[in-house]
């Protein structure tokens, strides 16, 4: 059984950036999707963004193109979230997710990553 660790989290300000890391235990196929998700206090988990791990296509939520930027280093077996200009709005929980499907079918999934941003 695969495992997922997120690690990068933190309390940070408006406007800085910050990179979440995601590190894969177990063997990772060709076929799988890594994907980041996110939950806000009181609201629906959300898609963020996903990787395959075959290639270098990305795939990611529309509200976040061009701040955050998913990559992997498959030697590393580790799976990077870029985000940055961070507004209030980016505090979550952060999840890591191993799947088939660049949008659903997660089955996989990380203990989640806090960011805080705050004023």
């Known amino acids: 059984q695969a495992q997922l660790v997120e690690s990068g989290g933190g309390l940070v300000q408006a406007g800085d950036s910050l990179t979440l890391s995601c590190a894969i235990a177990?063997?990772?196929?060709?076929?799988?999707?890594i994907g980041w998700f996110r939950q806000a206090p009181g609201k629906d988990r959300e898609f963020v963004a996903s990787i395959r791990w075959s290639d270098t296509r990305t795939y990611y939520a529309d509200s976040l193109k061009g701040r955050f930027t998913i990559s992997k280093d498959r030697a590393k077996s580790t799976v990077y979230l870029q985000m940055n200009r961070l507004i209030l709005g980016d505090t979550a929980v952060y999840f890591c997710?191993?799947?088939?499907?660049?949008?659903?079918?997660?089955?996989?999934w990380g203990q989640g990553a806090r960011v805080t941003v705050s004023s």
């Open positions: 997710a191993r799947g088939t499907s660049p949008w659903d079918g997660y089955r996989i």
């Open positions: 177990g063997r990772t196929y060709s076929s799988h999707v």
